[in-house]
């Protein structure tokens, strides 16, 4: 979670001289830098950030492989991570003491992650387990904090992402009779159906009432669900899909697996960032599209595939808020703190935080 002591803590406003520069200028800066600084330095940008960063990035991902990118990378001192706070989590979890991970706005949050926090996670548990015993295995989507990450490896589970979600649920299923899953109730919805499991064996649990949502006796579920979802893959829904269909009846709907479980059973594909990706990429000519994930990635798709109709499914495009908080000027910023040894701004886990969280990533990095 982006806590608001440590944005207040470090000054997140950018200093005012920024402004006053032309995008040139702010291009040629951060060429420069990245030039002077060769390979010790790493950008990584998830695919939902803005073309303005992406044309600066060493690599692009979705959150599964810039993970394992960073984990790879044993080169560079810095790295600059433009996606958002728990990415740069994961980065920094994965990566050596002696390298820096920088988050170029701290404002740069997930609202899925702030729906599960450590308190409530803890309290669920043990009300979790004083009624099913040590029945379940506790999973978060990476969309989750660092607490939550630790708490999870902690308590034998895993952490998982939207393209190995299925996997990992899989072997969770196998170690024990039922799962948590964190914090995303459309991921694991859609997931655990696709596996086979009735809507009827998944209960929700409510962190703010502290009870499970579920019709009938507790003991025959096989999932638990957290009340958490995307605010931006909720945008996507069943009208949009049935208003794309009225207007042109060859439109194929490809949507991303954090869309409610109504779009997703009635979307003809389904899949992860990288999923998306390359179903269009494979796509024939002349195909028509409509994406329901994130709008940069959305556009950025249209336009590299002109021989192909490529439009959100939602009319209104649904950005993610927080990642399109990484901008340009930002970016300078961040790249030139790192001359000054500013470092705007670290984003480091606590040792015994990331000790566990790294239980839970490795043995996701295990099922991929
Ligand atoms: P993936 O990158 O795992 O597809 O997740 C999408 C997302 O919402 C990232 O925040
Ligand atoms: Fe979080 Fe949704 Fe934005 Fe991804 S798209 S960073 S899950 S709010």
Request: aromatic share 6%; glycine share 4%; charged share 25%.
């Amino acid at each position: 979670m982006v806590n608001i002591l440590d944005v207040l803590k470090n000054d997140t406003t950018l200093p005012v001289h920024y402004h006053s520069l032309s995008i040139e200028e702010m291009e040629n800066r951060v060429r420069d830098i990245k030039a002077q600084l060769g390979e010790k330095l790493f950008i990584p940008a998830h695919h939902y950030q803005k073309d303005e960063i992406v044309q600066f990035a060493d690599t692009t991902g979705d959150s599964l492989q810039l993970a394992q990118i960073c984990q790879q990378n044993n080169k560079a001192e810095t790295i600059i991570f433009c996606g958002v706070h728990f990415m740069a989590e994961t980065a920094d979890m994965l990566t050596t003491h002696e390298q820096k991970v920088l988050l170029p706005d701290l404002r740069a949050g997930c609202s899925l992650a702030d729906m599960a926090n450590i308190e409530q996670t803890e309290r669920g548990w043990e009300i979790m387990q004083a009624e099913l015993g040590d029945t379940i295995i506790p999973l978060t989507y990476v969309n989750s904090t660092a607490a939550i990450k630790s708490f999870v490896g902690k308590n034998g589970g895993a952490t998982v992402t939207s393209s190995n979600a299925h996997k990992v649920i899989e072997w969770a299923l196998q170690e024990k009779e039922r799962v948590l899953f964190l914090p995303d109730q459309h991921l694991g919805r859609n997931t655990c159906y696709d596996l086979g499991i009735p809507l009827d064996e998944m209960a929700v649990w409510n962190p703010i009432s502290n009870e499970f949502e579920y019709e009938g006796d507790i003991e025959k579920a096989k999932i638990i669900l957290w009340k958490g979802h995307c605010s931006v893959h909720q945008n996507f829904t069943v009208e949009n899909i049935e208003q794309i269909r009225l207007n042109d009846p060859d439109m194929n709907v490809i949507v991303h697996p954090e869309c409610p479980y109504e779009t997703v059973a009635k979307s003809d594909f389904a899949g992860s960032t990288s999923y998306i990706i390359k179903e269009i990429e494979e796509a024939s000519p002349g195909s028509k599209w409509a994406i329901g994930t994130e709008m940069n990635l959305v556009q950025r798709l249209a336009k590299q595939h002109q021989d192909k109709e490529i439009i959100s499914l939602n009319p209104n495009l649904c950005p993610c808020m927080t990642m399109n908080r990484i901008t340009l000027p930002y970016l300078l910023w961040s790249l030139e703190s790192i001359a000054t040894k500013e470092y705007k701004h670290v984003i480091q886990v606590d040792d015994e935080t990331a000790s566990n969280a790294k239980l839970a990533l490795n043995r996701m990095l295990e099922h991929v």
